[in-house]
């Protein structure tokens, strides 16, 4: 995975890949027979495939849509310039089939695909390529695919330029998100914004037929599809919002899959012979963040008492019911800059006790955790018990999302308990905004601010040599793992549990899923 990063830095490199249709081509189910579940009574293949998932929908709008429920539909009503292989992490080519990176890495340029028809039936031009990415620039909920774009620019009829404010290696993950989808700019113009957000006119494998809020959304196949015939004709998202619903509709077959069932369903989804749990990992982590400006643990070893007090053990089988992986740091062995040389700090109450002893933490103070969802809320609740074992007393609260950023941002808590899902496999995403100083009045909630760590983070940016840049972040994990702004905990798993005969399944860290891929 880590060698994946060398292909994307690559300058003025050229690349021709598979298209965006992970096995479509060789699932070719559409005449054959299946085996039971895969086909109806008459023999006839089964070409409905329905999924569950815990909430709807606010629009279908590629650039205004970051519920995840949402951008899991627009995973399959918009086509993006490219996606990511679920498996490998690979970037494949999808409406542009390659692309060349400028020696700088601030400019990509897509060669894009001809011959590919809208949902409507008309033809897709570069002009709607470039609408597309310059609305997606002005769009704040747009921002996890164009954050670090500046400008696109037509170069040719088959070429479209975009410029970046510097060097991001992980730009083509970012293009390959929901956020970055390509549509009709004409259609757009016709039928207002409004209706578009309700029926978009894309180049997708799907198209919207029916939309029940807070239901279902029911796709049907894209008949003008580039890639070629859609394997599975009709398919229906429907919202179950409870999790022990949603076992039971899959154990009676009134759905087809489940998107991210809670862990403590697994073992009874893998004992029964007609169901398959697919398992793999996400591109995030859950951490504490600790305010280094707020008494006591503006002191080191106060921070260090902390690490020793976060019983990590008790978080992974208490409330990932062992679906996980302890974290000693904010990268996993995929990530590029991995290290195992950071400090460690395993489970030690006596240790912890006489730490806050010498940072002259006494049990007087009471220390204040917020959290802003429920699933956070258990972590601080682990911790709260932890330090109460020791004499110390820390109140948990649990606030709005707004409330719960002002509070962060003007420093009133001691302690934030959270976690991120991100766009890529990458250290930049999962520690820039949380540690750099000039995010101080952004995401830095922990108000760490060291030029050191400044300087590592900036120069891995305008680094394009992999083994370099690797050797900056190695620096990075080791610094951070001994100042403790940020304590990670655990990385968690993504997960879809399906019916048995579905074909094709495998797990996306994001949980957006391309049913292209799929077939009965």
Same mark, same amino acid.
């Given at each position: ?12 490199? &050229? ?15 559409? /005449? ?15 070409? &409905?495939?329905?999924? /569950? ?122 293009? %390959? ?5 390509? =549509? ?81 369903? =697994? ?21 504490? &963040? ?14 260090? $008492? ?22 000693? &740091? ?21 240790? %912890? ?49 707004? $409330? ?17 899902? =991100? ?36 120069? $891995? ?60």
């Amino acid at each position: 995975m880590r060698k994946l990063l060398a292909v994307i830095l690559a300058a003025a490199m &050229t690349v021709s890949l598979a298209g965006c249709g992970g096995n479509a081509a060789s699932s070719g189910n559409a /005449g054959g027979t299946q085996e039971a579940g895969g086909s109806g009574a008459s023999g006839e293949v089964k070409d &409905t495939l329905i999924i /569950g998932h815990y909430g709807d929908t606010p629009n279908f709008d590629t650039h205004d849509n970051l519920n995840d429920n949402g951008m899991r539909i627009n995973m399959c009503v918009y086509d993006p310039l490219v996606r990511m292989d679920n498996e490998t992490y690979e970037i494949k080519p999808c409406l542009a089939e390659s692309w060349e990176i400028s020696e700088d890495g601030r400019e990509y340029t897509f060669a894009i695909k001809s011959g590919v028809k809208f949902t409507d039936g008309t033809d897709m031009s570069i002009d709607d390529v470039v609408f597309s990415l310059e609305r997606g620039m002005e769009m704040p909920m747009a921002v996890p695919s164009f954050a670090r774009v500046t400008g696109v620019e037509k170069v040719d009829d088959s070429h479209v330029k975009v410029i970046l404010d510097g060097p991001y290696p992980e730009f083509l993950f970012a293009m %390959a998100l929901p956020t970055a989808g390509i =549509f009709s700019k004409t259609a757009f113009e016709s039928m207002g914004e409004d209706a578009f957000k309700k029926n978009p006119v894309t180049t997708a494998p799907y198209k919207v037929a029916d939309w029940k809020a807070g239901e279902k959304v029911v796709l049907e196949a894209n008949e003008n599809y580039h890639m070629g015939e859609v394997p599975i004709k009709h398919v229906e998202y429907r919202v179950i919002t409870d999790p022990n619903s949603a076992v039971l509709s899959l154990e009676s077959g009134d759905i087809d899959a489940y998107v991210d069932v809670q862990q403590t369903s =697994f073992k009874r989804i893998q004992e029964n012979d007609k169901l398959e749990l697919h398992t793999g990992d996400t591109f995030g982590l859950n951490y504490i &963040t600790i305010n280094c400006e707020k008494a006591p643990f503006d002191n080191i070893k106060a921070r260090q $008492a902390l690490a020793y007090a976060t019983d990590k053990e008790s978080m992974l089988y208490g409330i990932l019911d062992g679906n996980g992986t302890i974290m000693d &740091t904010f990268a996993t062995d995929k990530y590029l800059g991995y290290t195992d040389k950071v400090e460690k700090y395993p489970y030690d109450l006596e240790k %912890a006790k006489a730490l806050f002893a010498e940072a002259g933490v006494d049990g007087s103070q009471e220390i204040s955790i917020i959290v802003y969802d429920t699933k956070a809320s258990k972590y601080a609740q682990v911790l709260q018990n932890s330090l109460a074992e020791i004499g110390l007393k820390a109140n948990v609260s649990q606030m709005e999302r707004s $409330a719960y950023d002002d509070a962060c941002l003007n420093g009133d808590a001691h302690i934030m308990v959270d976690g991120g899902t =991100f766009t890529a496999p990458t250290i930049d995403e999962a520690l820039y905004s949380g540690i750099h100083s000039s995010q101080m009045d952004v995401r830095n909630y922990s108000k760490y601010s060291d030029p050191e760590a400044d300087r590592l983070l900036d120069e $891995a940016r305008i680094t394009l040599d992999e083994t370099q840049r690797a050797a900056l972040y190695e620096q990075l994990l080791i610094k951070l793992s001994k100042d403790l702004p940020m304590i990670p905990t655990l990385s968690g798993t993504k997960n879809i549990a399906t019916n048995k005969n579905l074909k094709g399944v495998t797990v996306n860290p994001w949980s957006f899923y391309n049913v292209y891929d799929f077939s009965w």
